[in-house]
């Protein structure tokens, strides 16, 4: 290991109903980044976990005639099974309702009252049960939460506790011009600086005779606004406030992803929170786009959910996990078309890397009787290689998903390319060629294997089979010294491989 640390964090979900392909995008893209820092070598801690204390989890749980506990056990295990579908590979999994969060956010809340950052006062406004968060007026369009059309926000009046958080809007100002990385991507912290430009004002930090959530410290009768709650999840999952030793190996966190839609919450309010409570800042968050279909966010409430794991099932959890983060810019909303994943697979994955493998092999095997020849001296597809890796580096390093996969899968366009300038099957024919023959296909593999290592943190499973096919350690995780050019031994001997990928195709009763 590099030494050094890479700690990431997803939103985590609301248990109300099961994951839906926007939520699934999100992890599969924190995914890709964890599994590129383990790539390079760093200590990586990828957390993720489950939201619990919200109104609409406990009616959730009503509805079904459960206790919320009971019902969130329940929940817990359909969101790790969607997440083991898509191969996310989280290092840990917090829940709400743990010991270890509750008491997180019990310290977090003693800590803000005794800095003189809480005062009470009295609540009176609507709030939104869709998006659990207290609207201004102005946040409704006529009369409605604009993200909940089909539920009327509440009008509340209530005692509630309130967080000075007018205090660090200089504060904030401030470390934002110091921190032009803060909140990525731009459009986002242009956003919120004229939110700050605008001011701020105190917040209500708990709910008033509610009694699912953690209780505030300092007032029994009154439980921990829901979101105030939950931004805590990011240092109770280290330990915080008793594992010091993890806390502070891990803390600040790298990088918090979000959906662009929870900015404020973790741009503005969390931030605060950690100044009053004297932690350090979290190093970066971004906020990425939606998963839109047609002109609808996908989402629950507005009936658009696609299940995530049907389609794993279906596509195979590669495919999927590709089209997801190759098809859009990181941080750009992503317009979901079915036929648009079948496409990709098919041109990316079926036709692109795995006939080139395949194509590759079944040369070597026919020419050279499956045997690796030794590295030829001055190879062109060691420039294309050792021009990509960069490349791919860099992309990934600024989060740009979709930079890196095009790097990565720009050396299978141009080998693809390649063989048809060469035509092996032509200097197969012409016992004069056969070093030069050697060269090519030895090119051509190990083409495959550096792509192979580039697009792990992609798709990890296909991977693996690839280096199977290649004669390497399927089981064993590469590394990004493994990109470098002529790691494929001469000598080995390979056998005639079995398609990598499958082609797909739309299901009739769904290609309307
Ligand atoms: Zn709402």
Not at 48 to 62: F, I, L, P, T, Y
Not at 153 to 177: G, I, Q, V
Not at 201 to 217: H, L, M, N
Not at 429 to 454: H, N
Request: charged share 25%; net charge negative.
């Amino acid at each position: 290991m590099s030494g050094k640390t890479f700690y990431i964090t997803t939103a985590i979900d609301y248990v109300n109903s099961k994951p839906h392909l926007g939520t699934a995008y999100e992890k599969v893209a924190a995914d890709i980044i964890a599994r590129y820092h383990r790539l390079i070598g760093d200590d990586v801690l990828f957390l993720m976990g489950n939201d619990e204390h919200s109104q609409k989890v406990e009616a959730a749980a009503r509805a079904q005639g459960l206790s919320p506990l009971a019902w969130c056990d329940l929940m817990e295990k359909e969101f790790r099974d969607a997440w083991k579908a898509l191969d996310i590979s989280f290092d840990d999994f917090i829940r709400t309702t743990e010991p270890r969060h509750v008491a997180a956010v019990k310290e977090m809340l003693t800590r803000i009252h005794a800095a003189g950052d809480v005062y009470q006062d009295v609540y009176e406004g609507w709030y939104c049960t869709g998006c659990e968060a207290f609207k201004n007026e102005g946040d409704l369009v006529d009369g409605k939460c604009p993200d909940h059309l089909s539920t009327a926000p509440t009008f509340l009046e209530e005692k509630n506790w309130f967080f000075r958080l007018s205090k660090y809007e200089s504060f904030l100002k401030d470390y934002y011009a110091e921190h032009p990385d803060f909140v990525r991507p731009a459009i986002r912290r242009n956003e919120l600086t004229s939110l700050l430009d605008s001011g701020l004002k105190d917040i209500s930090i708990s709910r008033e005779g509610a009694t699912w959530g953690v209780p505030v410290p300092f007032d029994e009768t009154a439980v921990v606004y829901v979101w105030f709650d939950a931004l805590i999840n990011y240092i109770a999952g280290l330990g915080w406030p008793d594992d010091s030793e993890r806390f502070e190996r891990y803390w600040p966190a790298d990088l918090h992803l979000i959906g662009k839609d929870i900015t404020r919450f973790h741009c503005i309010i969390w931030p605060a929170m950690l100044k009053s409570a004297g932690l350090p800042l979290p190093a970066q968050v971004f906020g990425h786009g939606f998963v839109n279909m047609g002109k609808d966010r996908m989402s629950k409430s507005l009936g658009t959910a696609v299940d995530p794991q049907s389609l794993a099932d279906r596509f195979g959890a590669d495919a999927l996990r590709w089209y997801l983060t190759s098809e859009a810019g990181f941080g750009k909303d992503l317009e979901y078309g079915e036929d648009r994943l079948v496409e990709r697979a098919n041109t990316d994955l079926a036709n692109g890397l795995g006939n080139l493998l395949s194509r590759s092999v079944s040369m070597l095997v026919r020419y050279l009787g499956g045997v690796v020849p030794a590295p030829p001296a001055a190879p062109p597809m060691r420039s294309k290689v050792e021009e990509a890796v960069p490349v791919y580096r860099e992309a990934l390093d600024d989060l740009d998903l979709k930079g890196a996969a095009d790097a990565a899968m720009s050396i299978v366009h141009r080998a693809n390319v390649y063989v048809d300038e060469k035509a092996p099957w032509a200097m197969a024919k012409d016992p004069a060629q056969k070093d030069a023959l050697a060269g090519v296909l030895y090119e051509l593999m190990e083409s495959c294997r550096v792509a192979g290592v580039l697009l792990t943190p992609f798709m990890p499973a296909k991977m693996a089979e690839l280096r199977e096919r290649l004669g390497e350690d399927a089981e064993a995780a590469p590394k990004i010294d493994d990109a470098s050019w002529g790691g494929l031994p001469e000598g080995r001997k390979l056998t005639k491989p079995s398609p990598l990928f499958t082609k797909l195709a739309l299901d009739e009763a769904d290609a309307s």
